[in-house]
């Protein structure tokens, strides 16, 4: 960790400082935890609230907020994206040496680039190639005739199967397995009877990909994720999927064979997405939705529910079952006024 002026993060940020230049900041903490020598920031509609109430030296706030006098804030468009980015001058990650551990097990044949490093027990099989910069984890599984490129980090335990292709600045986390067969069988007299699965996977530039992720190979052709892409962890991505550039996909989601997913698309975590759905470009899917199979999601629209519907319909729906429990309501106490009219025809 090193230290910095405010006026420096002002500088780097293109922020506008306001409050005392020269206050030296030794670390970056979440609003509730900072203390003095602390960076933090706000935004939303509590911003205003946790400004007067957090003891941070420095403050990235909203460009129209207002500070109290006497602290030391800086102003930008997006507080939230400027602070990731200082993160990264107070906590530089541990860096990794390049070599290749002795326990290694890379096979005849494997082209390695400029300064990679490849973690014990990792085993790289014939025809690969590891593009420059590259670091490697413990207990990795590379099969054969994959293309990792620049400067990607696969964490411990990822296992690439064979012809498997990534982009430069990969990041790939522990668990991930990609390549692995596609769920494709077919139903004969005897029972199911496996679709060879015999595609690839090809990932884009800068895609990262959480802990404990699957996808499938194609079963011909590629299932493909394209540049800047975000998986969070356990997300599983069927054979012959095709994800565009920028999507952002939450934990536990899971996507069919076939499916289209276009650029800048949002989905939430727990989605489920059945066969050869596609969703256009910059959709956003709610968390637990469900997408029936080949259903289309329009340009820009937001979805929630089982089976998902745009979202002013869902809200609309949600409220006529709200109703229900009034409309049960007034059915009981119609049936004990029936009940009592009859009572007295019959005396």
Same mark, same amino acid.
């Not at 800047?228 to 952002?248: C, E, Q, Y």
């Not at 998902?308 to 949600?318: H, V």
């Given at each position: 960790?090193?230290?910095?002026?405010?006026?420096?993060?002002?500088?780097?940020?293109?922020?506008?400082?306001?409050?005392?230049?020269?206050?030296?900041?030794?670390?970056?903490?979440?609003?509730?935890?900072?203390?003095?020598?602390?960076?933090?920031?706000?935004?939303?509609?509590?911003?205003?609230?946790?400004?007067?109430?957090?003891?941070?030296?420095?403050?990235?706030?909203?460009?129209?907020?207002?500070?109290?006098?006497?602290?030391?804030?800086?102003?930008?468009? %997006?507080?939230?994206?400027?602070?990731?980015?200082?993160?990264?001058?107070?906590?530089?990650?541990?860096?990794?040496?390049?070599?290749?551990?002795?326990?290694?097990?890379?096979?005849?044949?494997?082209?390695?680039?400029?300064?990679?490093?490849?973690?014990?027990?990792?085993?790289?099989?014939?025809?690969?190639?590891?593009?420059?910069?590259?670091?490697?984890?413990?207990?990795?599984?590379?099969?054969?005739?994959?293309?990792?490129?620049?400067?990607?980090?696969?964490? %411990?335990?990822?296992?690439?199967?064979?012809?498997?292709?990534?982009?430069?600045?990969?990041? +790939?986390?522990?668990?991930?397995?990609?390549?692995?067969?596609?769920?494709?069988?077919?139903?004969?007299?005897?029972?199911?009877?496996?679709?060879?699965?015999?595609?690839?996977?090809?990932?884009?530039?800068?895609?990262?990909?959480?802990?404990?992720?699957?996808?499938?190979?194609?079963?011909?052709?590629?299932?493909?994720?394209?540049?800047?892409?975000?998986?969070?962890?356990?997300?599983?991505?069927?054979?012959?999927?095709?994800?565009?550039?920028?999507?952002?996909?939450?934990?536990?989601?899971?996507?069919?064979?076939?499916?289209?997913?276009?650029?800048?698309?949002? +989905?939430?975590?727990?989605?489920?997405?059945?066969?050869?759905?596609? +969703?256009?470009?910059?959709?956003?899917?709610?968390?637990?939705?469900?997408?029936?199979?080949?259903? +289309?999601?329009?340009?820009?629209?937001?979805?929630?529910?089982?089976?998902?519907?745009?979202?002013?319909?869902?809200?609309?729906?949600?409220?006529?079952?709200?109703?229900?429990?009034?409309?049960?309501?007034?059915?009981?106490?119609?049936?004990?006024?029936?009940?009592?009219?009859?009572?007295?025809?019959?005396?």
């Amino acid at each position: 960790m090193g230290s910095l002026r405010a006026a420096e993060i002002a500088e780097r940020l293109g922020g506008r400082l306001e409050g005392n230049p020269d206050l030296v900041l030794e670390d970056v903490a979440e609003v509730e935890r900072a203390g003095p020598a602390h960076l933090t920031f706000v935004y939303g509609s509590r911003a205003a609230e946790q400004l007067a109430r957090t003891q941070a030296g420095c403050v990235i706030v909203p460009l129209e907020l207002a500070a109290p006098a006497g602290r030391t804030v800086i102003h930008v468009a %997006d507080p939230r994206a400027a602070f990731a980015r200082a993160i990264q001058w107070f906590r530089q990650p541990r860096a990794v040496p390049p070599g290749i551990h002795p326990t290694a097990l890379i096979e005849p044949g494997v082209e390695l680039g400029c300064d990679i490093s490849v973690g014990p027990y990792t085993v790289i099989r014939s025809g690969s190639r590891i593009g420059d910069g590259t670091v490697i984890g413990a207990h990795c599984a590379i099969g054969h005739n994959v293309i990792i490129g620049r400067r990607c980090r696969l964490w %411990d335990r990822v296992t690439l199967y064979d012809e498997v292709v990534l982009g430069d600045e990969v990041i +790939i986390h522990s668990g991930a397995v990609l390549g692995a067969d596609g769920f494709g069988y077919v139903r004969t007299a005897q029972g199911y009877e496996k679709f060879p699965q015999v595609g690839r996977v090809e990932v884009g530039n800068r895609v990262e990909i959480g802990a404990n992720c699957c996808i499938d190979r194609a079963a011909l052709g590629v299932t493909a994720i394209g540049d800047g892409t975000k998986l969070d962890n356990m997300v599983h991505v069927g054979h012959n999927v095709r994800i565009g550039r920028n999507v952002v996909i939450a934990a536990q989601t899971g996507i069919s064979g076939g499916v289209v997913i276009e650029d800048d698309v949002v +989905i939430g975590g727990q989605v489920g997405i059945g066969d050869k759905v596609r +969703i256009e470009r910059g959709a956003v899917l709610a968390s637990k939705c469900g997408i029936p199979t080949s259903k +289309i999601i329009r340009r820009g629209q937001t979805v929630w529910g089982i089976p998902a519907r745009p979202l002013k319909q869902y809200l609309r729906d949600l409220a006529e079952v709200g109703r229900l429990v009034q409309l049960r309501e007034t059915v009981e106490q119609l049936e004990a006024r029936v009940r009592q009219l009859e009572a007295a025809v019959r005396r």
